[in-house]
């Protein structure tokens, strides 16, 4: 084995589980090594118990293979839902919380034979103030959130995989900045029974890997369906997408756009353009309407009975969000379904959208997780995203591109992600 366990991708270790080269004791002991260098300068993880995770993997060396994931150790959100571990949420209000059951996701991934190594941070309730994370590749930098454990655990060697979770963009985000692939699924593809609702005409299951080769291998996981590496499709068509506020990234990240779009057509990608209808102009508006009157549904108990122990922007949010009726609700989402039909047919050409994921590099400092502008139409639309490294930025932090697919397609999504993937990796940024 030519690189340490734990750098290994999800697919390479699941390969070498499989074929007697590495045991799952052997991988877990190497994340904890890993973990226990590093955990004090990143601080990715919410929770963690090494004795529980080694006698996991010893006892899955010493069974039949289970399912696709035998023997590989997970990350979870501490958005997730974890029977013999805590789940706070990134709240003290829940600090002592223990839910009786496993989120369907964890479930899902037991079932398949995975280790969950412990719970990584997220920020509070999935909203904007940033938990204890670090940027892995450089500390005085943010990781992004709201996933920010997930993202910074997989982009420091501490496990080959992590659950993320996103209503507005808090898988595209930290993937970009931390420098790994993070993937949204459609909206509704897998249950988000066990994980704490904010949104839930937003809330989607998210994942983040280290390369696209592993995401079929997840979802055969997690949707008991055949795992494949991602069929060879050709090069895509390919919309560089202007949405209401691309004039706004900094020059780093359109440059960046700009030279992947001529990487992809150098490769044989056909390459155009794709302006936003008119309809869309009010999206983000009726976005957040949509969020603000059902955060402030979800989170009624935490309004009413956190205190103190509540953030103060996050009680402020929830306080504003009661000024939206019922009927601006149920406006906003008649508006979105139009605006769904719209895209559908102005995409009709294009296999894939090319569009910034975030507005650059890691914003420099840790109080700030980073804008969630260009992510947010994608998660609302219920659209799959992939957001891929693409290179380093002026500062020396990574770089990403998202890409987005047709609802309810990820797997041509993760096909032409797998294209993008080697071309980029063949052209230098």
């Not at 013999?84 to 479930?107: E, F, W």
């Amino acid at each position: 084995m030519s690189k340490s366990p734990n750098w290994l991708s999800l697919r390479e270790a699941a390969t070498s589980i499989a074929s007697g080269e590495l045991t799952s004791a052997s991988l877990v002991a190497a994340c904890l090594e890993r973990i226990a260098e590093r955990e004090g300068d990143v601080g990715a993880w919410e929770y963690l118990d090494p004795d529980m995770a080694i006698e996991a993997a010893r006892r899955l060396d010493g069974q039949v293979p289970r399912g696709a994931l035998h023997g590989i150790p997970i990350g979870v959100k501490d958005l997730i839902d974890t029977a013999d571990m805590p789940s706070t949420y990134g709240s003290v209000l829940y600090k002592d919380h223990r839910p009786i059951a496993d989120a369907a996701c964890v479930s899902a991934v037991k079932s398949a034979g995975a280790v969950v190594m412990g719970k990584t941070v997220t920020t509070e309730f999935a909203f904007f103030p940033p938990g204890k994370t670090a940027n892995p590749v450089n500390l005085d930098y943010t990781p992004g959130g709201s996933s920010s454990g997930s993202a910074a655990a997989v982009a420091d060697g501490m496990v080959p995989v992590a659950f993320g979770t996103q209503t507005n963009a808090s898988v595209t985000r930290p993937a970009a900045f931390c420098g790994v692939v993070g993937y949204k699924m459609s909206f509704g593809h897998f249950s988000m029974t066990g994980i704490k609702p904010f949104s839930p005409s937003l809330d989607t299951l998210g994942m983040f890997v280290r390369t696209v080769d592993d995401l079929p291998l997840m979802r055969s996981a997690m949707l008991g369906i055949a795992d494949a590496p991602p069929r060879d499709a050709g090069a895509p068509s390919v919309a560089v997408c202007f949405t209401p506020e691309y004039g706004e990234p900094d020059t780093a990240c359109t440059q960046r756009i700009d030279d992947v779009a001529r990487r992809f057509a150098d490769a044989g990608a056909r390459v155009g353009t794709l302006q936003l209808p008119p309809v869309f102009g009010r999206l983000l508006e009726e976005q957040e309407k949509i969020l603000g009157f059902e955060a402030q549904q979800s989170f009624l108990y935490e309004r009413d009975q956190g205190g103190q122990d509540v953030h103060p922007d996050f009680r402020q949010f929830l306080e504003e969000s009661r000024a939206i009726t019922l009927a601006d609700y149920l406006g906003a989402l008649d508006y979105t379904q139009a605006c769904r039909h719209a895209l559908a047919q102005a995409r009709e050409d294009f296999d894939i959208l090319l569009t910034p994921g975030v507005f650059g590099e890691a914003p420099h400092g840790r109080d700030w997780t980073g804008s969630p502008l260009f992510c947010r139409i994608w998660t609302l639309l219920h659209l799959p995203t992939i957001s891929l490294p693409a290179g380093s930025g002026p500062n020396g932090m990574p770089m990403g591109v998202q890409l987005v697919g047709r609802a309810n397609r990820d797997e041509d999504l993760i096909a032409a992600a797998s294209w993008a993937e080697a071309t980029l990796a063949r052209h230098a940024l």
